[in-house]
């Protein structure tokens, strides 16, 4: 989709198309409530606005809105989507012309030294008449004044256009392919967060652009009651929810009601115990020589088949497995599941053939 729908839209309303967004991307079945709800969570950056209308694209069976922003707004600030019902809505949006920032920022510049772009263009030596100016001005300005002026013009849309962006998390635990564990990744955020010369509005916006999962919900939800919420908030947030439990209280109560999950293998269930349970057994909690049986006591009261000592032929008053034992007998568990769920799958195949 291009910019001509939102211009031919804000034409036909006598509208700014740069006082205005075009969100794409929205289902039908989304009602106006859903759809102020996602505008509230992913467009707080912006200040005030107003859903103006919507329309039905026949092309992608999607509707999209039409909002009306109160003034015109940076494209540092405009994120490129926002979260929805269905997945991500494109965010459609007309920048200011890049020619017309830098004259702003560079006519900023200059009132604070007190100069006119005529008396800066002359004195760099671009001047019709080397007489309108006091000459002495001259070898005061020059290329240091050129090199300071165009820095403060151009320095801040650098920052927005050039940054590292930061890692990924998610609060799976343990993390996905390409995810940051906790602990790494706020010590990187933070440092990120030190050196970005930006609106506290764009910090948080990069912020929400390294999350997913888990933590991006924690974050939406806190946005939604307090959309000026700042970053420190948001990471002490995450803090209180993702972070390392100090009280052995509290991790032992959590290690003893974590259970499996539905559609969880039971593999995935005792490699998302394990941290749990490593913890406590640094903590002094659960002393080394039982860690084994302590394991498998809460594997077997967290998973949910019932006959899971039966079908790994464990003995009530035997040792108890190591981890690298149990997932060993899981694992061979669980494929001879799949193997016979396979040759199902291929009868009931060969049935209808």
Known sequence: MTLRLLEDWCRGMDMNPRKALLIAGIPLTCNEAEIQEALQAGLASLGQYRLLGRMFRREENRVVALIGLTEETSLAVVPKEIPGKGGAWRVIFKPPDPDNEFLKRLNEFLEGEGLTVAEFTSALGYGNDPFDLDQNLVPQVGAPMLAEALDEALQPALQYLKYRKLKVFSGSDPPEPGEEGFDSWLFHTTQ?????????????????????????????????????????????????????????????????????????????????????????????????????QARLDQILAGADDRTLRRKLDLPEDGPAPGLLQLLTLIKEEEAAEDEEEALLQAGLEGNFT
């Open 192 to 292: 990120m967060m030190k050196t970005w010369q930006v609106s506290d509005a764009e910090k948080r916006r990069r912020l929400l652009e390294g999350l997913k999962g888990p933590a991006f919900d924690v974050i939406r939800v806190l946005k939604i009651n307090n959309p000026l919420i700042t970053v420190p908030e948001c990471l002490q947030a995450l803090e209180q929810v993702f972070g390392v439990i100090d009280n052995p209280r509290e991790l032992q109560v959590k290690f003893l009601t974590t259970y499996q999950k539905a559609e969880e293998k039971l593999s995935a269930y005792i490699l998302r115990l394990e941290p749990l349970l490593q913890k406590l057994v640094e903590r002094g909690t659960i002393e080394k020589e039982v860690v084994n």
